[in-house]
């Protein structure tokens, strides 16, 4: 499968934008999808996590009642809606897929990456 990242921007602190992962291929629907972020000088953190059929996801808890992971396998796209963005929040922002039946929250987890998106917040 490949992925492309969208919908990153500048944005004040405490706005909101909506990342976008649109998926190639037939099987979107067979994928777990999952959205990372990176920082300059950080390592890749997991943000969020959806399973294949959208019935069960998770994320971070530095993100948690702020931003919110979905899918829609007919558009082969998950999103990323991002809510009362702080400053911490701006990152290079990837989506990932991997097959399998749980919640996955490591890099090693995913083996396909898309090519990120940049969020920047400011004050």
């Known amino acids: 499968v490949q992925l492309q990242a969208s919908g990153g921007g500048l944005v004040q602190a405490g706005g909101s934008l909506r990342l976008s992962c649109a998926a190639s291929?037939?099987?979107?629907?067979?994928?777990?999808m999952g959205w990372f972020r990176q920082a300059p000088g950080k390592e890749r953190e997991f943000v969020a996590m959806?399973?294949?059929?959208?019935?069960?996801?998770d994320h971070a808890e530095s993100v948690k009642g702020r931003f919110t992971i979905s899918r829609d396998n007919a558009k082969s796209t998950v999103y990323l809606q991002m809510n009362n963005l702080k400053l911490e929040d701006t990152a290079l922002y990837y989506c990932?897929?991997?097959?399998?039946?749980?919640?996955?929250?490591?890099?090693?987890?995913?083996?396909?990456w898309g090519q990120g998106t940049q969020v920047t917040v400011s004050s």
């Open positions: 990932a897929a991997r097959t399998g039946g749980r919640i996955y929250y490591t890099v090693n987890d995913y083996a396909y």
């Open positions: 959806i399973n294949w059929i959208g019935n069960n996801n």
């Open positions: 291929g037939r099987t979107f629907s067979t994928y777990n």
